[in-house]
């Protein structure tokens, strides 16, 4: 957006909405994962109270009036703990999540990037109201966990993409 849109009450609106709208997205990709019951409670108990929480923060301070920073840490902070919570779930219920699995790469990368955003975001403001503070350099570490998270990605896509094309071959090779 920042190619169309410097600064201002759109590109706030924009960043906000994505912000709200993440969580629901990230919530329908991780929570098919989960296998305990209780477990599962949890999960969506932590969805109604972080959407509980953003709702609030809308309300309070408007869609368009500022980037609201706090909602990307708390939302980083939830996927952090929902990763974790796959991680136990998957190594307690099953044989836990495996590197030749699509799925390890995409939560790899996820683990990898929230909380490094989840501190970028947290400061936000300091960063704003000092840019000239040492702490702005955590942009550059920023960077690299999200460069590194797409390169997590990739190799999901592709493990998939494997995976797909076996499965694939091996059907036309039993003549389905």
């Given at each position: 957006?920042?190619?169309?849109?410097?600064?201002?009450?759109?590109?706030?609106?924009?960043?906000?909405?994505?912000?709200?709208?993440?969580?629901?997205?990230?919530?329908?990709?991780?929570?098919?994962?989960?296998?305990?019951?209780?477990?599962?409670?949890?999960?969506?108990?932590?969805?109604?109270?972080?959407?509980?929480?953003?709702?609030?923060?809308?309300?309070?301070?408007?869609?368009?009036?500022?980037?609201?920073?706090?909602?990307?840490?708390?939302?980083?902070?939830?996927?952090?703990?929902?990763?974790?919570?796959?991680?136990?779930?998957?190594?307690?219920?099953?044989?836990?999540?495996?590197p030749s699995q699509p799925?390890?790469?995409?939560?790899?990368?996820?683990?990898?990037?929230?909380?490094?955003?989840?501190?970028?975001?947290?400061?936000?403001?300091?960063?704003?109201?000092?840019p000239d503070s040492v702490?702005?350099?955590?942009?550059?570490?920023?960077?690299?966990?999200?460069?590194?998270?797409?390169?997590?990605?990739?190799?999901?896509?592709?493990?998939?993409?494997?995976?797909?094309?076996?499965?694939?071959?091996?059907?036309?090779?039993?003549?389905?």
């Amino acid at each position: 957006m920042r190619a169309f849109v410097l600064k201002g009450p759109m590109l706030n609106t924009t960043y906000n909405l994505y912000t709200l709208a993440e969580i629901a997205l990230i919530g329908w990709l991780l929570y098919p994962k989960i296998i305990n019951k209780r477990r599962q409670r949890l999960f969506i108990i932590t969805t109604c109270l972080v959407t509980l929480f953003n709702i609030g923060l809308v309300s309070w301070s408007g869609l368009s009036a500022r980037f609201l920073s706090e909602a990307v840490s708390v939302n980083n902070l939830v996927y952090t703990g929902w990763i974790l919570l796959i991680i136990l779930d998957q190594y307690e219920v099953t044989d836990g999540i495996s590197p030749s699995q699509p799925f390890f790469w995409y939560l790899t990368g996820i683990l990898l990037y929230a909380p490094c955003t989840m501190l970028v975001f947290s400061l936000w403001q300091y960063i704003k109201v000092h840019p000239d503070s040492v702490i702005t350099q955590l942009w550059v570490i920023q960077s690299i966990f999200n460069i590194t998270m797409y390169g997590l990605f990739t190799i999901g896509i592709w493990k998939d993409y494997r995976v797909t094309t076996a499965s694939i071959a091996h059907h036309r090779g039993n003549g389905k």
